[in-house]
């Protein structure tokens, strides 16, 4: 197993530009979490989804993030228009069952730069 | 291949009892190794480690690094029912790249 895929690894855009964020879960998984990593706030949950719903978006920043999950094997998360503070390390992360339960998978994240 | 690999997978212990979970690294370029616990959805931040040999604390938990032999270890004595947790070990490499463990499953019993 390829373990959970994220891409692109690196994103670097300017500020005002549209950015999308890709995941693929492991396969089986059927909860999925976007993560967004900064040396001010270390690990910030952003969205999760459960059997493809989001089940709680309360760490959404703000409107110009969304994200979606059209099947069991794909995620986006998309930013529009970009802003310099967006800056960041993004993870997915997938599990079996609902929420955290004993193994937690994560990517390798997407480092975004906007200038 | 980088990866990080935590043990034990899970642990059910009793109120009073001491644990220690158990985080090794094969990262390249290691720059440091994180702690956190993970309630629910989001992790909490516990300790960052980037020098071997020296003991970080905090009130009941207490972490150490060996860079040598490229392993972590997070202790807690005296446990609580607010303790049971996931704990996450995460190493960074250059370029803000991060490897995480699958986590040891901390369930503490009253």
Known sequence: DAGVIQSPRHEVTEMGQEVTLRCKPISGHNSLFWYRQTMMRGLELLIYFNNNVPIDDSGMPEDRFSAKMPNASFSTLKIQPSEPRDSAVYFCASTMGQGFGTEAFFGQGTRLTVV | EDKVVQSPLSLVVHEGDTVTLNCSYEVTNFR????????????????MLTSSGIEKKSGRLSSILDKKELFSILNITATQTGDSAVYLCAVEAPGNQFY???GTSLTVIP
Do not use: D, I, R, V
């Open chain 2, 100 to 102: 995480f463990g699958t």
């Open chain 2, 32 to 47: 440091s190794l994180l702690w956190y616990k993970q309630e629910k959805k989001a992790p909490t931040f516990l300790f």
